[in-house]
């Protein structure tokens, strides 16, 4: 009898076991090579095998909604970069016998000639200039798309690739005239695809460039390119897939810029040797052997919203 009930109490005398005792899995048995604290314990589930190939980052992709010259704050002193890499004065004939500017942070050796011209547009009939940027983001004519690939972390990452492509469609508008945020566009058959392999994230900011950066524009059914030499591009990220506080700069071929002023004044034959003048003025990169410079350098200040492609 005592038997019996020693049995009875274990659970265990010849009886089967219940079918919820029989979904928990066997103890770990305790021994030499069992690690510590797993003595008597269920096994674990199996672990991913430490060689399995790592998910991929999706590509972070945004469309510039405003879009507008980066303009002195004060006297000497304008967003921008350091395109040519040296400090410049008045003297220097590397840097085309123009003085650099300082950023807002105190930076010197900014390049941003054209920071200086822009109140000089509406004189030369170039008043359209300033909003052209603007104006055609809302038409569609300019769909500039920043796209980030290999992030994975939005603070610090120093191996991410940056690229700046061109989108195709109508856009959508909010009230307040700008681009509504997680639109889809599709890629513009003629696209750029300006890389910048050189790219990485601080403290929440992207820093890409140098590159060899290209804007496709559309105006008055004509389609125009302009290109961006030894581009830089900087903006902080946004937790909602947007860009804020951008800048965006490098050298513009003098030709690039007559053609852009053209737009501008809408082909009006009586400014273009105004806008000649005015840009012709304000070389200040790439010098060439005559000692010629046939660049101008420039930044443009941006925003940009979440999108996606087809």
Not at 64 to 93: K, N, Q
């Amino acid at each position: 009898m005592r038997r019996i009930a020693l049995c009875l109490l274990l659970a265990g005398c010849g009886e089967e076991s219940t079918s919820e005792e029989a979904a928990v899995p066997d103890a770990a048995p305790c021994g030499a090579e069992q690690a510590d604290g797993d003595c008597g314990l269920p096994p674990q589930a199996d672990a991913a095998p430490p060689d399995a190939a790592p998910v991929p980052a999706l590509p972070r992709l945004s469309v510039i909604d405003t879009l507008g010259f980066a303009t002195e704050t004060a006297p000497g002193v304008a967003p921008g970069f350091d395109v040519d890499g040296r400090v410049s004065d008045a003297r220097d004939a590397d840097g085309c016998n123009k003085a650099d500017l300082r950023s807002p942070e105190g930076t010197p050796g900014i390049d941003n000639a054209l920071a200086r011209l822009v109140p000089l547009f509406s004189a030369a009939g170039l008043g359209a200039a300033e909003s052209l940027g603007q104006s055609l983001i809302e038409e569609g004519g300019l769909l500039l798309m920043v796209q980030i690939d290999g992030v994975d972390d939005l603070l610090n990452d120093d191996d991410v690739t940056m690229r700046l492509r061109a989108g195709d469609g109508e856009p959508l508008l909010g009230t307040d005239g700008r681009l509504l945020s997680g639109q889809t566009f599709d890629l513009h058959a003629d696209s750029p695809e300006s890389l910048a392999p050189e790219a990485h994230i601080v403290d929440g900011w992207i820093e890409a460039g140098p590159f060899e950066g290209r804007l496709p524009i559309l105006a008055f059914g004509l389609r125009y390119d302009l290109s961006v030499r030894n581009a830089r591009l900087r903006a902080r990220l946004t937790p909602d897939g947007g860009l804020v506080e951008g800048v965006f700069g490098g050298g513009i071929p003098l030709e690039d810029l007559y053609r852009v002023g053209a737009i501008a004044a809408n082909d009006d034959q009586s400014v273009l040797p105004a806008i000649r003048a005015v840009f012709g003025s304000a070389v200040d990169l790439a010098p060439g052997e005559d000692g010629l410079c046939t660049q101008v350098s420039a930044a443009l200040e941006f925003t940009a919203v979440s999108a996606f492609l087809f």
